[in-house]
Structures are given as structure tokens and as C-alpha cells.
């Protein structure tokens, strides 16, 4: 532990430094209080469609007796989930939960590659996917371990016409539906009738119970699945909660969910912590369309919006969001990657609400750090270690440095993973003898306990708050027909805070750059895609042969 703790001279009055471990058991504990304590209260909200808190435990209980009555499926067992958000999201993750399974969030957009080797190694057994990637899961599903699917439509919980109206339009006139051939797999809709004639059995959820396998990629590249507990979540939910309740009221709060909800960012923070606060969620299926989002916030109240820098930046420069009524807004969090001071320093001047920075990792479930919502301008920290959190920064040979110095940023808590699922040695590397957790980011801390990023360990690059692993980008595009060798590293983008670009040494004089992007476009999810491709005739190396990122991010972005 950390004999001296700053941070706590700076917590803002009335946090806790511990958080009560005690209240609840599991996360599926956590539900069953709010859906009894607010059971008329709006829960979700999607395309103008609310559902309560009583709707949600009625339609999730639905879902759990579906999969332990019809589908026969035993506790422990894995649920793969592939959707963005909507209201089938929160529905399939709290009856996955409260059958005593694991959820195992899958990005939809995910190439065939990337969905089947997220599947093999989760062992899933079960898959809810929607429509429009019903297509990538047909071409990969006999070759993984799942034996059942659920697929479901965009408006399917929408009501009539609405519901139909947006499965027409996105399938029909948007073109995003493609064809697929599923056979044996149930609608999602049929899914809940079948489970509402089976009572639900009693499920014993304890603390340990492995509640997500949440992938996050590693220095291998090779994603891995992080085994988040019950005990992690909740506890990561209750440090939030503690430090967020005194600025958020139980019952009142709304908040925007534009990040997708396979990600660990908003799944804590807004999914679990407003569920247990009461909240509503407005679920964004697509923040990508920013006018369309623009258009859907000037519609509504909320009280807290979160994002990644991104994202804010997006809609400060989208016409109409400074005629949003920012009246009612508590709170804006950001995290998944770094806040730029322009983008914080604008956020503030157009909404009145400062852009609290955050900071956390999927190991972490997530949040670690986060700035007190006091805060009256944005100060380039990801803030102070939450409740019954220790963090320090170490140096190379595991020492504990001082004030100011600089090393690698470790964290210890309750919300720290039990491990990579069925990786030990990857396990080891993270989390040493005394259970410090080693996040790969170079830190020093101040005075005040306020600590400050100051470059990465390891070379992952992060692409609108997404992990690119340069291995992963590395050996895919080595399979590529031409290529000699390839090295990828993160270039600093205007949009995405980094961008991909590789390097590399032709096999086939005739090899394009274009070549090299259709190529990863069939192969890699749009984030890890290279934006720049530069051409070498040879690559910097150490004199063992390994080649220096370092030199090569040294070189400036040059389009190709």
C-alpha cells in the first residue's frame, strides 16, 4: 500500500475514502434494488421509445428464464453480445447477468477474423446479434463453439409503425442490412414470449462469479479477455457512485450514452452507476451521424453527457449544438482517451460545465482516477484516485518513486480484473507479487495527489478511445501478397487524438497504398486501419534485428 495518500487533502467534501464493499453482493443485486425502488421511473430511452425501470426487470427476467429454461444453458456459461446501443442492449445484459452467465461484449464491427477469434477464446455458447451484422457471424459460426443464436432488428422493441419503419428504412434504403442465413436462430422478440412461460429459477450470483469477459488487446496484440467480477464491478460502480452522488440526486438524473455500451467506459459509468442511481439513459445509436445527434440532444433534458474528446470535439463543431439547452447539465465526463485542453477549454465556453477528465482501463472496470466535479477549469490531470484506490508510480525495477517523478503508473483496488481469462502468464506480466496492477502509462503525481499522464509505456496506439495493437496491424498486413516488412505506429490526428500509419518495405514493386488499405479494410475493424501508408526501402532496427517504432513516430504523417 501507499503509506502517504495526498490525494485525500484534495477529495471534494463528503467522498469517502472507502467505499462500503458490504451493500451489495453482485451487480445483479445492484439491479434487482433499483428496479424495486424505481420501478415507474423512465429507464432507457432509443429513438423516442422509453422503457421503465419495471419494463426492464420484467423484459431482462424474460430473457434469463429464455436462456436457462429453452436453451438449457448453466451458470458460468458465456453470452456473446453484438450490438450497438439500443434497447435489446440493456434488456440481453441484465437476463445474461441474472442467469448467472457472462456477458461477453463483442463490437459489431468487428471483421469475420477479429468476431471468431473473440468467440474461440471466450468458449461463448450463445450469441444476440443484430441484423446488420447478422452477415459477418454467418461466415465465421461453424467454425466457433456457439450453438445458439438470438438476432433481433434495430426497431424491433421500437412499437409499431416505428419499430418497422426503421427496420425498412435501414435495410431497404440505407443498404446497412445485408442478407444472412442463420438456420436454427430465434428472434429476440420470440426469444422473451418463450422465456415469460418458465418461471425463473433461483440463481445463486456470488461476488467471484466472473460477471464480464471484457476483451482489451495486449503488447502481443492478441485481444484478451479481462475477467471482470461481479465484486470488481460493483465495487467500481459503488467508488463512482461515491464520488459522482454528491453532485447527482437518485431519481432525477438523465444521461446521453453516445459511447457504445460494449465498451467498458460506458458500461460502468453510465449503464451500471445510472441504473443504481435511478437515471435514464438516451441511448445514441449513432453518434457518427452528429447532425442526427445534434438534433436528438435539442429535443431532450439531460443532466450528464460522456464521451471521448472525440466525440465532444465533434459536436462543438457540429451546427445547432450550441443551441442546445445546456440548462439542466450537472456533469460532462470525459475518458478512453486524452482531453485536449482546446476541446475542454471550448466545451466549457459554449455548455457552462466543465469537462471532467477520467481515467481508467478495461483491467480496472474501469475508472481508477477521476477529477472532483467541483473542478472550475479544465487542468490537464486524469485526476485523483477514487475511493479505496492506492496508485503510485514506479521505476523499472518495481520502486515506489517520489513527488513529481516520473515512472509507471500502477493502481491497486477492488476493482482491479482477477486475471486474463485462461492467460496466466499474460496475468503475471500485468500484476505483480503485491497485486499492483502495471497500466503501461508513464506518469508522475503532484503534490496534491493529482496525477498526470505523461507519454505511454507500451507502443499502443488509441484511436478515438479504442486500443490498436501495432503487432495486431503488423501481422495482417504481412499476410498481405508484396509486403516484405511492416511497421505500424500512432500519428498524431486531429480527429481521432491518433491515427495508424505504417511503414513499408515492398516484396512487389507494383504494391499501392491503396492495395494495402483494401486489404485491411476486409481484414481490420475501420479503427486499427492504417491512415497513412508510406513506402521504405528499408526500416530502422536495433542490431538485434528488432525494428524502432520510436524512429519511425518520429517521421511526419505524410498522406498515402
Known amino acids: 500500500m501507499v503509506a502517504d495518500r495526498p490525494w485525500y487533502g484534495s477529495y471534494p467534501q463528503g467522498v469517502p475514502h472507502e467505499i462500503d464493499m458490504d451493500e451489495y453482493r453482485s451487480v445483479v443485486d445492484v439491479f434487482e434494488t433499483a428496479v424495486a425502488r424505481f420501478r415507474d421511473l423512465p429507464a432507457f430511452s432509443n429513438f423516442g421509445k422509453r422503457i421503465s425501470y419495471a419494463e426492464l426487470d420484467r423484459l431482462s427476467q424474460q430473457f434469463a428464464s429464455y436462456l436457462l429454461n429453452e436453451l438449457k444453458l448453466k451458470k458460468g456459461d458465456r453470452v456473446a453480445i453484438m450490438m450497438p446501443n439500443c434497447l435489446q442492449y440493456p434488456i440481453a445484459v441484465f437476463g445474461v447477468l441474472r442467469a448467472g452467465l457472462t456477458v461477453v461484449n463483442v463490437n459489431p464491427l468487428y471483421t469475420p477474423r477479429e468476431l471468431k477469434h473473440q468467440l474461440v477464446d471466450a468458449g461463448a455458447a450463445a450469441l444476440v446479434v443484430i441484423d446488420n ?38 435495410k431497404y434504403v440505407k443498404k446497412l442490412v445485408p442478407d444472412y442465413d442463420l438456420p436454427g436462430a430465434r428472434r429476440f422478440n420470440d426469444a422473451l414470449s418463450l422465456g415469460a412461460l418458465h418461471a ?4 445463486d450470483v456470488a461476488a467471484e462469479d466472473i460477471a464480464f469477459l471484457q476483451y482489451t488487446g495486449g503488447t502481443t496484440g492478441v485481444a484478451k479477455g479481462a475477467m471482470l467480477t461481479h465484486r470488481n464491478l460493483v465495487a467500481n460502480l459503488q467508488q463512482a457512485s461515491a464520488w459522482l452522488g454528491h453532485e447527482l440526486e437518485y431519481g432525477q438524473e438523465a444521461i446521453v450514452t453516445a459511447l457504445p455500451l460494449y465498451h467498458i467506459f460506458a458500461l460502468t459509468a453510465n449503464c451500471l452507476v445510472f441504473i443504481k442511481l435511478g437515471g435514464l439513459n438516451y441511448l445514441i445509436s449513432n453518434p457518427r451521424d452528429m447532425p442526427g445527434f445534434v438534433k436528438e440532444l435539442r429535443k ?34 470525459g475518458g478512453g482517451m486524452a482531453v485536449q485542453r482546446a476541446v475542454a477549454e471550448r466545451w466549457k465556453k459554449v455548455t457552462g460545465v466543465t469537462l471532467v477528465e477520467a481515467y481508467g482501463l478495461t483491467e480496472t472496470s474501469p475508472a481508477a482516477c477521476i477529477n472532483p466535479l467541483t473542478l472550475k477549469d479544465y487542468n490537464g490531470s486524469i485526476g485523483l484516485p477514487i475511493p479505496s484506490t492506492d496508485a503510485c508510480v514506479k521505476d523499472d525495477d518495481g520502486n515506489i518513486l517520489g513527488m513529481g517523478e516520473v515512472g509507471e503508473l500502477c493502481i491497486k483496488g477492488p476493482q482491479v480484473m482477477k486475471g486474463y481469462w485462461q492467460r496466466p502468464e499474460e496475468t503475471a506480466k500485468v500484476i505483480d507479487a503485491d497485486g499492483w496492477l502495471h497500466t503501461g502509462d508513464v506518469a508522475k503525481m503532484d503534490a496534491n495527489g493529482y496525477f498526470y499522464i505523461v507519454d505511454r509505456k507500451k507502443d499502443m496506439i488509441l484511436v478515438s478511445g479504442f486500443n490498436v495493437y501495432p503487432n495486431e496491424v503488423e501481422d495482417v498486413i504481412a499476410g498481405l ?56 526501402t528499408e526500416l530502422p532496427k536495433t542490431n538485434v534485428g528488432k525494428i524502432l517504432r520510436k524512429e519511425l513516430r518520429e517521421v511526419p504523417a505524410k498522406a498515402g
Open 300 to 333: 431532450i433534458r439531460f443532466t450528464a453527457i460522456t464521451g471521448v474528446n472525440t466525440l465532444f470535439n465533434g459536436l462543438l463543431n457540429t451546427p445547432g449544438f450550441d443551441q442546445v439547452d445546456f440548462s439542466s447539465l450537472k456533469m460532462t465526463l
Open 200 to 203: 425463473l429459477p433461483q440463481v
Open 133 to 170: 451484422f447478422g452477415a459477418t457471424v454467418q461466415e465465421v459460426i461453424a467454425q466457433t463453439p456457439v450453438r445458439h443464436v438470438v438476432t433481433t432488428g434495430m426497431g424491433d422493441l421500437l412499437g409499431f409503425p416505428k419499430g418497422a419503419l426503421i427496420n425498412f428504412v435501414l
Open 481 to 536: 501478397d508484396g509486403v516484405l516488412e511492416v511497421a505500424a505506429v500512432g500519428v498524431p490526428d486531429e480527429k481521432s487524438g491518433e491515427a495508424v500509419k505504417v511503414f513499408i518495405v515492398k516484396k512487389n514493386p507494383a504494391l499501392t497504398a491503396e492495395d494495402v488499405k483494401a486489404y485491411c479494410r476486409e481484414n481490420l475493424t475501420g479503427y486499427k486501419q492504417p491512415k497513412f501508408v508510406e513506402f521504405r
